[in-house]
Protein backbone atom coordinates (compact mmCIF):
# COMPACT_ATOMS: atom_id res chain seq x y z
CA UNK A 1 0.00 0.00 0.00
CA UNK A 2 2.89 2.43 0.96
CA UNK A 3 4.07 1.75 -2.68
CA UNK A 4 1.88 2.23 -4.45
CA UNK A 5 0.87 5.54 -2.30
CA UNK A 6 4.54 6.71 -3.32
CA UNK A 7 4.31 6.14 -7.04
CA UNK A 8 0.87 7.87 -7.26
CA UNK A 9 2.06 10.92 -5.32
CA UNK A 10 5.52 11.25 -7.54
CA UNK A 11 3.15 10.73 -10.32
CA UNK A 12 0.82 13.35 -9.06
CA UNK A 13 4.16 15.85 -8.46
CA UNK A 14 5.45 15.51 -11.74
CA UNK A 15 1.95 15.82 -13.55
CA UNK A 16 1.77 19.75 -12.31
CA UNK A 17 4.71 20.85 -14.14
CA UNK A 18 4.44 18.37 -16.97
CA UNK A 19 0.86 19.64 -17.58
CA UNK A 20 2.76 22.84 -18.38
CA UNK A 21 4.17 21.64 -21.44
CA UNK A 22 1.49 18.97 -22.70
CA UNK A 23 1.92 20.44 -26.83
CA UNK A 24 5.36 19.67 -26.28
CA UNK A 25 4.62 16.09 -24.72
CA UNK A 26 1.50 15.34 -26.97
CA UNK A 27 3.51 16.20 -29.83
CA UNK A 28 6.66 13.61 -28.43
CA UNK A 29 4.00 10.80 -28.26
CA UNK A 30 2.81 11.20 -31.47
CA UNK A 31 5.86 11.39 -32.99
CA UNK A 32 7.34 8.14 -31.43
CA UNK A 33 4.16 6.78 -31.67
CA UNK A 34 4.41 7.02 -35.46
CA UNK A 35 8.03 5.85 -35.53
CA UNK A 36 7.53 2.77 -33.49
CA UNK A 37 4.74 1.56 -35.77
CA UNK A 38 6.77 2.51 -38.75
CA UNK A 39 9.70 0.72 -37.69
CA UNK A 40 8.82 -1.91 -35.69
CA UNK A 41 5.41 -3.01 -37.43
CA UNK A 42 5.73 -2.20 -40.87
CA UNK A 43 9.45 -2.76 -41.58
CA UNK A 44 9.12 -6.63 -41.32
CA UNK A 45 6.08 -6.70 -43.45
CA UNK A 46 8.15 -5.16 -45.89
CA UNK A 47 11.27 -7.82 -45.80
CA UNK A 48 8.23 -10.88 -45.81
CA UNK A 49 6.71 -9.32 -49.23
CA UNK A 50 10.50 -9.57 -49.94
CA UNK A 51 11.55 -12.88 -49.14
CA UNK A 52 7.90 -14.08 -50.40
CA UNK A 53 8.61 -13.36 -53.19
CA UNK A 54 11.90 -14.57 -53.45
CA UNK A 55 11.47 -17.67 -52.19
CA UNK A 56 8.36 -18.60 -54.33
CA UNK A 57 10.27 -17.38 -57.71
CA UNK A 58 10.90 -19.54 -60.15
CA UNK A 59 11.31 -16.81 -62.82
CA UNK A 60 13.60 -13.92 -61.38
CA UNK A 61 13.37 -11.25 -64.33
CA UNK A 62 9.62 -11.86 -63.12
CA UNK A 63 9.40 -10.76 -60.08
CA UNK A 64 11.81 -7.63 -60.39
CA UNK A 65 8.99 -5.62 -60.26
CA UNK A 66 7.83 -6.53 -57.26
CA UNK A 67 11.05 -6.61 -55.49
CA UNK A 68 11.30 -2.84 -56.68
CA UNK A 69 8.23 -2.17 -55.85
CA UNK A 70 9.04 -3.61 -51.89
CA UNK A 71 12.54 -1.45 -52.32
CA UNK A 72 10.58 1.58 -52.74
CA UNK A 73 8.39 1.00 -50.04
CA UNK A 74 10.94 -0.26 -47.54
CA UNK A 75 12.63 3.26 -48.58
CA UNK A 76 9.47 4.93 -47.55
CA UNK A 77 9.12 3.58 -44.30
CA UNK A 78 12.75 3.77 -43.14
CA UNK A 79 12.58 7.91 -44.27
CA UNK A 80 9.19 8.11 -42.37
CA UNK A 81 10.06 6.40 -39.10
CA UNK A 82 13.98 8.29 -39.35
CA UNK A 83 11.97 11.90 -39.73
CA UNK A 84 9.43 11.06 -36.95
CA UNK A 85 11.73 9.82 -34.42
CA UNK A 86 14.48 12.78 -35.17
CA UNK A 87 11.45 15.02 -34.58
CA UNK A 88 10.58 12.61 -31.19
CA UNK A 89 13.90 13.75 -30.44
CA UNK A 90 13.80 17.32 -30.63
CA UNK A 91 9.98 17.50 -28.94
CA UNK A 92 11.14 15.53 -26.10
CA UNK A 93 14.22 17.29 -25.20
CA UNK A 94 12.30 20.81 -25.08
CA UNK A 95 9.42 18.94 -23.02
CA UNK A 96 11.68 17.82 -20.61
CA UNK A 97 14.32 20.59 -20.21
CA UNK A 98 11.37 23.03 -20.00
CA UNK A 99 9.54 20.65 -17.26
CA UNK A 100 13.27 19.90 -15.11
CA UNK A 101 12.91 23.75 -14.86
CA UNK A 102 9.72 24.25 -13.54
CA UNK A 103 10.57 21.09 -11.09
CA UNK A 104 14.13 23.21 -9.76
CA UNK A 105 12.26 26.27 -9.15
CA UNK A 106 9.20 23.84 -7.19
CA UNK A 107 11.71 22.05 -5.31
CA UNK A 108 13.46 25.51 -4.11
CA UNK A 109 10.32 27.13 -3.33
CA UNK A 110 9.46 24.46 -1.19
CA UNK A 111 12.48 24.48 0.99
CA UNK A 112 11.87 28.45 0.90
CA UNK A 113 8.24 27.59 2.87
CA UNK A 114 9.76 25.27 5.35
CA UNK A 115 10.10 26.75 8.81
CA UNK A 116 13.32 27.19 11.43
CA UNK A 117 12.35 23.96 12.84
CA UNK A 118 12.41 21.77 9.42
CA UNK A 119 16.25 22.65 8.69
CA UNK A 120 17.24 22.31 12.41
CA UNK A 121 15.87 18.48 12.19
CA UNK A 122 17.62 17.71 9.05
CA UNK A 123 21.26 17.84 7.09
CA UNK A 124 21.82 20.23 4.53
CA UNK A 125 23.82 17.82 2.42
CA UNK A 126 20.50 15.40 2.68
CA UNK A 127 18.06 17.82 1.57
CA UNK A 128 20.56 19.11 -1.44
CA UNK A 129 20.68 15.07 -2.60
CA UNK A 130 16.56 14.69 -2.25
CA UNK A 131 16.32 18.12 -4.67
CA UNK A 132 18.84 16.46 -6.98
CA UNK A 133 17.27 12.80 -7.27
CA UNK A 134 14.12 14.42 -7.57
CA UNK A 135 14.72 16.00 -10.68
CA UNK A 136 17.20 13.92 -12.09
CA UNK A 137 14.28 10.87 -11.22
CA UNK A 138 11.74 12.98 -13.68
CA UNK A 139 14.33 12.55 -16.64
CA UNK A 140 14.58 8.88 -15.96
CA UNK A 141 10.85 8.86 -15.75
CA UNK A 142 9.92 10.34 -18.62
CA UNK A 143 12.22 8.09 -20.94
CA UNK A 144 11.06 5.17 -19.55
CA UNK A 145 7.06 6.33 -20.36
CA UNK A 146 7.99 7.40 -23.36
CA UNK A 147 10.80 4.45 -24.82
CA UNK A 148 9.57 1.39 -22.53
CA UNK A 149 6.26 2.03 -21.99
CA UNK A 150 4.85 4.34 -24.98
CA UNK A 151 6.95 3.26 -28.06
CA UNK A 152 6.72 -0.85 -26.84
CA UNK A 153 3.26 -0.23 -26.07
CA UNK A 154 2.42 0.92 -29.93
CA UNK A 155 4.67 -1.66 -31.37
CA UNK A 156 3.02 -4.50 -29.54
CA UNK A 157 -0.28 -3.83 -30.68
CA UNK A 158 0.78 -3.37 -34.32
CA UNK A 159 2.07 -6.39 -33.91
CA UNK A 160 -0.64 -8.58 -32.86
CA UNK A 161 -3.38 -6.73 -35.24
CA UNK A 162 -0.79 -7.60 -37.97
CA UNK A 163 -0.49 -11.07 -37.39
CA UNK A 164 -4.49 -11.53 -36.51
CA UNK A 165 -4.75 -10.86 -40.41
CA UNK A 166 -1.79 -13.24 -41.28
CA UNK A 167 -2.85 -15.94 -38.72
CA UNK A 168 -4.63 -15.48 -35.64
CA UNK A 169 -3.51 -18.55 -33.78
CA UNK A 170 0.09 -17.08 -33.95
CA UNK A 171 -1.60 -14.14 -32.67
CA UNK A 172 -3.41 -15.57 -29.81
CA UNK A 173 -0.19 -16.79 -28.44
CA UNK A 174 0.98 -13.52 -28.17
CA UNK A 175 -1.98 -12.21 -27.00
CA UNK A 176 -1.99 -14.93 -24.34
CA UNK A 177 1.57 -14.48 -23.16
CA UNK A 178 1.60 -10.83 -22.96
CA UNK A 179 -0.64 -9.58 -20.52
CA UNK A 180 0.47 -12.89 -17.99
CA UNK A 181 4.20 -11.66 -18.70
CA UNK A 182 3.26 -7.88 -17.98
CA UNK A 183 1.63 -8.69 -15.04
CA UNK A 184 4.19 -10.60 -13.51
CA UNK A 185 7.00 -8.35 -14.11
CA UNK A 186 5.02 -5.37 -12.55
CA UNK A 187 3.89 -7.53 -9.92
CA UNK A 188 7.34 -8.24 -9.29
CA UNK A 189 8.31 -4.66 -9.61
CA UNK A 190 6.34 -3.55 -6.53
CA UNK A 191 8.24 -6.36 -4.79
CA UNK A 192 11.33 -4.73 -5.59
CA UNK A 193 9.76 -1.16 -4.47
CA UNK A 194 10.63 -1.43 -0.65
CA UNK A 195 14.18 -2.55 -1.74
CA UNK A 196 14.74 0.22 -3.63
CA UNK A 197 13.39 3.12 -0.93
CA UNK A 198 15.93 1.49 1.36
CA UNK A 199 18.64 1.92 -1.14
CA UNK A 200 17.47 5.84 -1.70
CA UNK A 201 17.01 5.69 2.06
CA UNK A 202 20.57 5.16 2.84
CA UNK A 203 22.09 6.62 0.67
CA UNK A 204 20.75 10.28 1.53
CA UNK A 205 22.00 8.90 5.36
CA UNK A 206 25.28 8.17 3.54
CA UNK A 207 25.09 12.05 1.72
CA UNK A 208 24.56 13.48 5.05
CA UNK A 209 27.46 11.91 6.91
CA UNK A 210 29.75 13.21 4.30
CA UNK A 211 28.15 16.53 3.68
CA UNK A 212 28.16 16.69 7.70
CA UNK A 213 31.86 16.12 8.17
CA UNK A 214 33.01 17.80 5.12
CA UNK A 215 31.46 21.13 6.60
CA UNK A 216 32.80 20.73 9.88
CA UNK A 217 36.36 19.54 8.76
CA UNK A 218 37.81 21.83 10.84
CA UNK A 219 36.85 20.55 14.39
CA UNK A 220 37.63 17.05 12.71
CA UNK A 221 40.82 18.40 12.90
CA UNK A 222 40.95 20.27 16.04
CA UNK A 223 39.58 17.27 18.05
CA UNK A 224 41.87 14.95 16.13
CA UNK A 225 38.61 12.93 15.29
CA UNK A 226 39.69 11.31 11.89
CA UNK A 227 39.64 7.88 12.67
CA UNK A 228 36.19 8.43 14.64
CA UNK A 229 34.76 10.25 11.94
CA UNK A 230 35.84 7.44 9.03
CA UNK A 231 34.70 4.67 11.20
CA UNK A 232 31.46 6.56 11.43
CA UNK A 233 30.68 6.97 7.36
CA UNK A 234 32.62 3.44 6.69
CA UNK A 235 29.09 2.17 8.96
CA UNK A 236 27.10 4.16 6.68
CA UNK A 237 28.91 3.47 3.65
CA UNK A 238 28.25 -0.33 4.62
CA UNK A 239 24.25 -0.03 5.35
CA UNK A 240 24.30 1.62 1.96
CA UNK A 241 26.17 -0.90 0.21
CA UNK A 242 23.85 -3.73 1.97
CA UNK A 243 21.01 -1.48 0.98
CA UNK A 244 21.94 -1.40 -2.73
CA UNK A 245 23.01 -5.24 -2.44
CA UNK A 246 19.63 -6.12 -1.93
CA UNK A 247 17.96 -4.15 -4.24
CA UNK A 248 20.68 -5.70 -6.58
CA UNK A 249 19.54 -9.04 -5.87
CA UNK A 250 16.11 -8.85 -6.40
CA UNK A 251 16.55 -7.31 -9.68
CA UNK A 252 18.91 -10.24 -10.25
CA UNK A 253 15.98 -12.86 -9.78
CA UNK A 254 13.72 -10.20 -11.63
CA UNK A 255 15.90 -10.87 -14.81
CA UNK A 256 15.79 -14.71 -14.72
CA UNK A 257 11.88 -14.89 -14.53
CA UNK A 258 11.54 -12.92 -17.46
CA UNK A 259 14.55 -14.84 -19.49
CA UNK A 260 11.80 -18.01 -18.53
CA UNK A 261 9.43 -16.86 -19.74
CA UNK A 262 10.42 -15.05 -22.96
CA UNK A 263 12.08 -18.70 -23.64
CA UNK A 264 8.38 -20.33 -23.33
CA UNK A 265 7.03 -17.96 -25.73
CA UNK A 266 9.83 -18.41 -28.43
CA UNK A 267 9.20 -22.02 -28.28
CA UNK A 268 5.72 -21.94 -28.45
CA UNK A 269 5.28 -19.09 -31.23
CA UNK A 270 8.34 -21.01 -33.53
CA UNK A 271 6.66 -24.53 -32.81
CA UNK A 272 2.99 -23.50 -33.92
CA UNK A 273 4.49 -21.15 -37.30
CA UNK A 274 6.60 -23.86 -38.25
CA UNK A 275 3.78 -26.96 -38.07
CA UNK A 276 1.70 -24.15 -39.97
CA UNK A 277 4.22 -23.94 -42.51
CA UNK A 278 4.89 -28.01 -42.93
CA UNK A 279 1.05 -28.00 -43.43
CA UNK A 280 1.11 -25.42 -46.09
CA UNK A 281 -0.81 -23.12 -44.26
CA UNK A 282 1.87 -20.17 -44.13
CA UNK A 283 4.42 -18.94 -46.60
CA UNK A 284 8.42 -18.67 -45.65
CA UNK A 285 7.97 -15.24 -45.19
CA UNK A 286 5.57 -15.66 -42.60
CA UNK A 287 8.18 -17.72 -40.40
CA UNK A 288 10.98 -15.34 -41.25
CA UNK A 289 8.30 -12.67 -40.46
CA UNK A 290 7.02 -14.34 -36.86
CA UNK A 291 10.66 -14.66 -35.77
CA UNK A 292 11.60 -10.96 -36.29
CA UNK A 293 8.31 -10.09 -34.63
CA UNK A 294 9.65 -12.36 -31.60
CA UNK A 295 13.14 -11.09 -31.73
CA UNK A 296 11.59 -7.48 -31.21
CA UNK A 297 9.01 -8.66 -28.22
CA UNK A 298 12.18 -10.00 -27.02
CA UNK A 299 13.64 -6.39 -26.78
CA UNK A 300 10.75 -4.47 -26.08
CA UNK A 301 8.98 -6.71 -22.93
CA UNK A 302 12.54 -7.72 -21.42
CA UNK A 303 13.34 -4.13 -21.41
CA UNK A 304 9.97 -3.57 -20.16
CA UNK A 305 10.60 -5.58 -17.46
CA UNK A 306 13.58 -3.76 -16.44
CA UNK A 307 12.16 -0.48 -16.81
CA UNK A 308 9.33 -1.32 -14.43
CA UNK A 309 12.60 -1.63 -11.93
CA UNK A 310 14.20 1.40 -13.08
CA UNK A 311 10.85 2.91 -12.60
CA UNK A 312 10.24 1.81 -9.20
CA UNK A 313 14.11 3.12 -8.13
CA UNK A 314 13.42 6.52 -9.58
CA UNK A 315 10.17 6.78 -7.92
CA UNK A 316 11.98 6.23 -4.58
CA UNK A 317 14.84 8.47 -4.91
CA UNK A 318 11.85 11.42 -5.76
CA UNK A 319 9.69 10.62 -2.90
CA UNK A 320 11.78 11.83 -0.27
CA UNK A 321 11.37 15.57 -1.94
CA UNK A 322 7.71 14.85 -3.35
CA UNK A 323 6.91 14.38 1.00
CA UNK A 324 8.72 18.22 1.15
CA UNK A 325 6.83 19.15 -1.46
CA UNK A 326 3.06 17.79 0.02
CA UNK A 327 4.06 19.26 3.78
CA UNK A 328 1.47 21.72 4.94
CA UNK A 329 3.03 23.30 8.04
CA UNK A 330 4.96 26.16 5.66
CA UNK A 331 5.91 29.65 5.53
CA UNK A 332 4.21 31.67 2.47
CA UNK A 333 7.22 33.68 1.14
CA UNK A 334 5.46 35.95 -1.87
CA UNK A 335 7.02 39.12 -2.48
CA UNK A 336 6.31 42.06 -0.84
CA UNK A 337 5.73 45.09 -2.73
CA UNK A 338 4.37 47.67 -0.37
CA UNK A 339 5.79 47.94 2.94
CA UNK A 340 3.29 47.75 6.42
CA UNK A 341 3.74 50.80 8.34
CA UNK A 342 4.98 49.06 11.41
CA UNK A 343 6.23 51.26 14.70
CA UNK A 344 9.57 49.67 17.03
CA UNK A 345 6.45 48.56 19.85
CA UNK A 346 7.15 45.11 20.94
CA UNK A 347 4.47 43.20 23.49
CA UNK A 348 4.71 39.68 24.79
CA UNK A 349 1.55 38.88 25.94
CA UNK A 350 1.18 36.18 28.50
CA UNK A 351 3.06 33.85 26.43
CA UNK A 352 3.72 29.99 26.30
CA UNK A 353 6.09 27.84 24.47
CA UNK A 354 7.31 24.42 24.80
CA UNK A 355 9.61 22.56 22.58
CA UNK A 356 8.81 19.38 21.18
CA UNK A 357 9.93 16.64 23.49
CA UNK A 358 11.66 19.06 25.69
CA UNK A 359 10.90 21.06 28.60
CA UNK A 360 8.33 24.33 28.70
CA UNK A 361 10.67 27.70 28.60
CA UNK A 362 7.99 29.94 28.97
CA UNK A 363 4.32 30.15 30.57
CA UNK A 364 2.23 33.55 31.00
CA UNK A 365 5.30 35.26 30.12
CA UNK A 366 4.83 39.49 29.70
CA UNK A 367 7.02 41.88 28.25
CA UNK A 368 6.24 45.53 26.86
CA UNK A 369 9.44 47.20 25.16
CA UNK A 370 8.60 51.06 24.11
CA UNK A 371 9.40 52.31 20.53
CA UNK A 372 12.68 53.43 20.80
CA UNK A 373 13.56 51.92 24.12
CA UNK A 374 16.78 49.85 24.08
CA UNK A 375 16.49 46.57 26.48
CA UNK A 376 19.44 44.07 27.27
CA UNK A 377 18.39 40.49 28.08
CA UNK A 378 20.26 38.65 30.44
CA UNK A 379 20.20 35.29 31.67
CA UNK A 380 22.00 31.79 32.56
CA UNK A 381 21.76 29.10 30.10
CA UNK A 382 18.41 27.50 29.65
CA UNK A 383 16.53 30.90 30.70
CA UNK A 384 15.13 31.68 27.29
CA UNK A 385 16.95 34.00 26.08
CA UNK A 386 16.89 32.80 22.34
CA UNK A 387 14.52 31.29 22.38
CA UNK A 388 12.48 34.72 23.29
CA UNK A 389 14.12 36.11 19.61
CA UNK A 390 13.31 33.15 17.67
CA UNK A 391 9.55 33.33 19.21
CA UNK A 392 9.70 37.25 17.89
CA UNK A 393 10.99 36.37 14.60
CA UNK A 394 8.48 33.30 14.17
CA UNK A 395 11.04 30.79 13.51
CA UNK A 396 9.15 28.94 16.25
CA UNK A 397 5.37 29.44 17.01
CA UNK A 398 3.72 30.28 20.25
CA UNK A 399 1.36 27.69 22.03
CA UNK A 400 0.07 30.45 23.97
CA UNK A 401 -0.49 34.23 24.21
CA UNK A 402 -0.05 37.11 21.58
CA UNK A 403 2.96 38.88 20.17
CA UNK A 404 2.28 42.27 19.01
CA UNK A 405 4.89 44.14 16.88
CA UNK A 406 3.78 48.05 15.81
CA UNK A 407 0.46 47.30 17.40
CA UNK A 408 -0.04 43.94 15.11
CA UNK A 409 -0.34 40.71 15.94
CA UNK A 410 2.47 38.80 14.70
CA UNK A 411 0.36 35.57 13.81
CA UNK A 412 -1.53 37.55 11.70
CA UNK A 413 1.60 39.10 9.59
CA UNK A 414 3.74 37.45 6.94
CA UNK A 415 6.81 36.08 8.33
CA UNK A 416 8.94 38.02 5.55
CA UNK A 417 6.56 40.99 6.29
CA UNK A 418 7.37 40.65 9.64
CA UNK A 419 11.18 40.25 9.59
CA UNK A 420 11.45 42.92 6.77
CA UNK A 421 11.29 45.05 9.68
CA UNK A 422 14.12 43.76 12.08
CA UNK A 423 17.39 43.61 11.49
CA UNK A 424 18.90 40.35 13.51
CA UNK A 425 22.28 40.12 13.73
CA UNK A 426 23.27 36.66 15.83
CA UNK A 427 26.56 35.33 17.25
CA UNK A 428 26.62 32.98 14.35
CA UNK A 429 27.12 34.78 11.63
CA UNK A 430 25.78 33.09 8.22
CA UNK A 431 27.45 34.67 5.64
CA UNK A 432 26.58 33.18 1.54
CA UNK A 433 29.75 32.17 -0.70
CA UNK A 434 29.55 35.15 -2.74
CA UNK A 435 31.12 38.88 -3.05
CA UNK A 436 31.78 40.43 0.60
CA UNK A 437 29.06 43.37 -1.30
CA UNK A 438 26.78 40.67 -2.38
CA UNK A 439 26.59 39.94 1.50
CA UNK A 440 26.60 43.10 2.92
CA UNK A 441 23.59 44.59 0.55
CA UNK A 442 21.80 41.40 1.36
CA UNK A 443 18.76 42.67 2.78
CA UNK A 444 18.79 45.68 0.01
CA UNK A 445 20.07 43.70 -2.98
CA UNK A 446 19.60 46.99 -5.20
CA UNK A 447 22.02 49.02 -2.74
CA UNK A 448 25.00 51.12 -4.77
CA UNK A 449 28.13 50.59 -3.84
CA UNK A 450 28.63 53.91 -2.37
CA UNK A 451 25.78 52.66 0.36
CA UNK A 452 27.50 49.40 0.85
CA UNK A 453 31.02 50.62 1.72
CA UNK A 454 29.57 53.23 3.66
CA UNK A 455 27.70 50.53 6.11
CA UNK A 456 31.37 49.11 5.94
CA UNK A 457 32.41 52.08 7.13
CA UNK A 458 30.47 51.81 10.16
CA UNK A 459 30.73 48.53 10.84
CA UNK A 460 34.69 49.10 10.92
CA UNK A 461 35.01 46.72 8.28
CA UNK A 462 36.21 48.66 5.05
CA UNK A 463 39.96 48.64 5.84
CA UNK A 464 39.83 45.04 6.14
CA UNK A 465 37.55 44.60 2.94
CA UNK A 466 40.45 47.16 1.09
CA UNK A 467 43.06 44.64 2.17
CA UNK A 468 41.92 41.89 0.69
CA UNK A 469 43.03 40.83 -2.64
CA UNK A 470 39.88 41.48 -4.51
CA UNK A 471 38.30 44.23 -1.94
CA UNK A 472 34.76 44.35 -1.80
CA UNK A 473 34.64 40.97 -4.69
CA UNK A 474 36.26 38.98 -2.72
CA UNK A 475 34.28 35.57 -2.61
CA UNK A 476 34.19 34.67 1.28
CA UNK A 477 33.69 31.23 0.99
CA UNK A 478 31.02 28.70 2.48
CA UNK A 479 29.54 30.14 5.44
CA UNK A 480 32.53 32.78 4.92
CA UNK A 481 35.32 29.86 5.86
CA UNK A 482 37.72 32.56 4.44
CA UNK A 483 37.11 35.74 6.47
CA UNK A 484 37.90 35.51 10.68
CA UNK A 485 35.18 35.09 13.35
CA UNK A 486 35.39 39.30 14.12
CA UNK A 487 35.63 39.93 10.08
CA UNK A 488 32.49 37.99 9.48
CA UNK A 489 30.61 39.76 12.41
CA UNK A 490 31.46 43.03 11.15
CA UNK A 491 29.97 41.85 7.98
CA UNK A 492 26.72 41.03 9.59
CA UNK A 493 26.92 43.98 11.40
CA UNK A 494 27.34 46.57 8.10
CA UNK A 495 24.53 44.00 6.85
CA UNK A 496 22.02 44.83 9.80
CA UNK A 497 22.96 48.81 9.21
CA UNK A 498 22.32 49.13 5.47
CA UNK A 499 19.18 47.12 6.28
CA UNK A 500 18.00 49.97 8.34
CA UNK A 501 15.01 48.31 10.16
CA UNK A 502 13.53 49.94 12.75
CA UNK A 503 13.85 46.95 15.14
CA UNK A 504 17.17 45.87 15.86
CA UNK A 505 18.10 42.35 17.47
CA UNK A 506 21.76 41.33 18.46
CA UNK A 507 22.04 38.22 19.84
CA UNK A 508 25.91 38.18 21.01
CA UNK A 509 26.61 40.53 18.08
CA UNK A 510 30.26 41.49 19.25
CA UNK A 511 31.10 38.29 20.83
CA UNK A 512 33.57 36.77 18.25
CA UNK A 513 35.62 40.07 18.50
CA UNK A 514 39.08 41.07 20.33
CA UNK A 515 38.43 44.19 22.58
CA UNK A 516 40.11 46.63 20.27
CA UNK A 517 36.75 45.67 17.20
CA UNK A 518 34.32 45.83 20.06
CA UNK A 519 35.29 49.41 21.10
CA UNK A 520 34.94 49.99 17.22
CA UNK A 521 31.88 48.35 16.78
CA UNK A 522 30.06 49.29 20.01
CA UNK A 523 30.20 52.96 18.75
CA UNK A 524 28.83 52.12 15.49
CA UNK A 525 26.10 49.80 17.13
CA UNK A 526 25.04 52.85 19.52
CA UNK A 527 24.51 54.63 16.12
CA UNK A 528 22.72 52.32 14.90
CA UNK A 529 20.43 51.81 17.81
CA UNK A 530 19.44 55.84 17.82
CA UNK A 531 16.21 56.03 17.43
CA UNK A 532 15.33 52.20 16.79
CA UNK A 533 13.68 49.80 19.05
CA UNK A 534 16.99 47.52 20.07
CA UNK A 535 16.41 43.82 21.58
CA UNK A 536 20.05 42.87 22.94
CA UNK A 537 21.23 39.81 24.09
CA UNK A 538 24.68 39.22 25.84
CA UNK A 539 26.65 37.31 28.15
CA UNK A 540 29.41 40.08 28.28
CA UNK A 541 27.23 42.65 30.21
CA UNK A 542 29.35 45.52 29.47
CA UNK A 543 27.37 45.31 26.80
CA UNK A 544 23.97 45.76 27.90
CA UNK A 545 25.66 47.76 30.61
CA UNK A 546 23.98 50.70 28.81
CA UNK A 547 21.27 49.89 27.87
CA UNK A 548 17.69 51.98 28.82
CA UNK A 549 16.77 48.60 30.72
CA UNK A 550 17.93 45.34 31.52
CA UNK A 551 15.86 42.32 31.39
CA UNK A 552 16.85 39.47 33.42
CA UNK A 553 15.32 36.06 32.59
CA UNK A 554 15.17 33.27 34.66
CA UNK A 555 13.76 29.56 34.18
CA UNK A 556 11.77 31.32 31.46
CA UNK A 557 10.09 33.89 34.01
CA UNK A 558 11.08 37.86 34.13
CA UNK A 559 13.09 37.34 37.49
CA UNK A 560 14.31 41.35 37.45
CA UNK A 561 14.63 44.28 35.31
CA UNK A 562 16.07 47.42 35.55
CA UNK A 563 19.14 49.73 34.67
CA UNK A 564 22.27 48.87 35.41
CA UNK A 565 22.61 51.12 38.14
CA UNK A 566 19.18 50.00 39.76
CA UNK A 567 20.06 46.10 39.63
CA UNK A 568 23.44 46.66 40.94
CA UNK A 569 21.85 48.22 43.72
CA UNK A 570 19.19 45.85 44.16
CA UNK A 571 22.16 42.83 44.83
CA UNK A 572 20.12 40.23 42.82
CA UNK A 573 20.78 37.95 40.13
CA UNK A 574 22.20 40.55 37.92
CA UNK A 575 24.63 41.79 40.86
CA UNK A 576 25.87 38.76 41.15
CA UNK A 577 26.61 37.98 37.35
CA UNK A 578 28.06 41.58 37.00
CA UNK A 579 30.32 40.63 40.58
CA UNK A 580 31.85 36.72 38.74
CA UNK A 581 32.59 39.11 35.24
CA UNK A 582 34.71 41.89 37.57
CA UNK A 583 35.93 39.29 39.79
CA UNK A 584 40.38 38.58 40.21
CA UNK A 585 39.94 35.70 38.11
CA UNK A 586 39.14 38.07 34.84
CA UNK A 587 35.74 38.49 33.16
CA UNK A 588 34.12 35.12 33.29
CA UNK A 589 31.20 34.56 30.51
CA UNK A 590 27.92 33.42 30.96
CA UNK A 591 27.21 30.27 28.52
CA UNK A 592 25.89 31.68 25.26
CA UNK A 593 24.54 28.18 23.53
CA UNK A 594 21.37 27.57 25.47
CA UNK A 595 19.96 24.63 26.42
CA UNK A 596 16.53 24.47 24.42
CA UNK A 597 18.56 25.13 21.42
CA UNK A 598 19.60 21.18 21.51
CA UNK A 599 15.51 20.46 22.22
CA UNK A 600 14.46 21.97 18.46
Given amino acids: MQSSSSFVRVLKSYAVSARRQAWWFAAVLVSYGLASFFSGVLTPLVYRRIIDSIAGATDRLAIAPILTESFWMLIGVIFCYQLFYRTGDFTISAAKSRTMEDLNRRAFGAFMRQNYTFFADRFTGSLVAQSRRYTRAFEDIADILVFNFWMPTIRITGIVVAL ?129 YIGSLFGELFGLGRAFGRLMRNVADASEMTGVLARSDTEPFDRVTSEMPVSGTISFEKIGFRYPKGSRVFKDFSLAIREGEKVGLVGSSGSGKSTLTKLLLKFIQLDQGTIWVGGQDVSEMSPQHLRRFIAYVPQDTALFHRSIADNIAYGRPDSSREVIEEAAKQAHAHEFILALPDGYETLVGDRGVKLSGGERQRIAIARAILKDAPILVLDEATSALDTTSEHHIQEALHKLMQGRTTLVIAHRLSTVREMDRIVVLEDGALAEEGSHNELIARGGIYAGFWNRQTSSFGEVLLDEDEDEQSNT
Fill in 164 to 292: FFIRPIVAAIFLVWIPIYIAIAFWMTKKKLPYDSESAAQDSALTARLSDALSNMFAVKTFASEWEENAAFGQAAERDGTARLRSWRFNNILIAVQTVMFSALEIAAMYTVIQLWIAGSVSTGTVVLVQI
